[in-house]
């Protein structure tokens, strides 16, 4: 549906990802990425899929059982939030190396 897909790819523009509608695609996508496979990227690409599909269920329920809507632009804001509250509590693995939330910021500076 066009509201994943403008979640989706308002979040995820920044990290090169795919911006396929269809979510196996893009886990696919995320999950064959040989960059992502253990770097800091990839654990917030990650996180970040994790993020845009509990708060797409979220609003889907609330659009069931409350007669409630949001629009993307407020699920943008909730899941940039998430992220850095999350990410937040992750140090950098070294001193030389960025944090899990530096690393967000680099990727998704351009796309929001």
């Known amino acids: 549906c066009t509201y994943s897909a403008d979640l989706w790819q ?7 990802l795919s911006q396929n509608l269809d979510i196996l695609s893009v ?16 654990v917030v690409a990650r ?29 943008r804001a909730e899941a940039l939030k998430m992220m ?3 990410l937040i509590s992750f140090p950098a693995t070294s001193v030389s190396a960025p ?6 910021f680099r ?3 351009g796309s929001v």
């Open 10 to 16: 308002g979040l995820s523009a920044g990290f090169g």
């Open 27 to 42: 886990a696919t996508s995320i999950d064959r990425d040989n960059s992502l496979s253990r770097s800091s990227k990839g």
């Open 47 to 75: 996180f970040l899929f994790q993020v845009c599909i509990y708060l797409l269920w979220k609003e889907r329920n609330s659009r069931i059982f409350v007669s409630t809507s949001s629009p993307v632009a407020v699920l």
């Open 84 to 86: 850095r509250d999350r």
């Open 99 to 104: 944090s899990l939330l530096e690393v967000f």
């Open 107 to 109: 990727y998704i500076a």
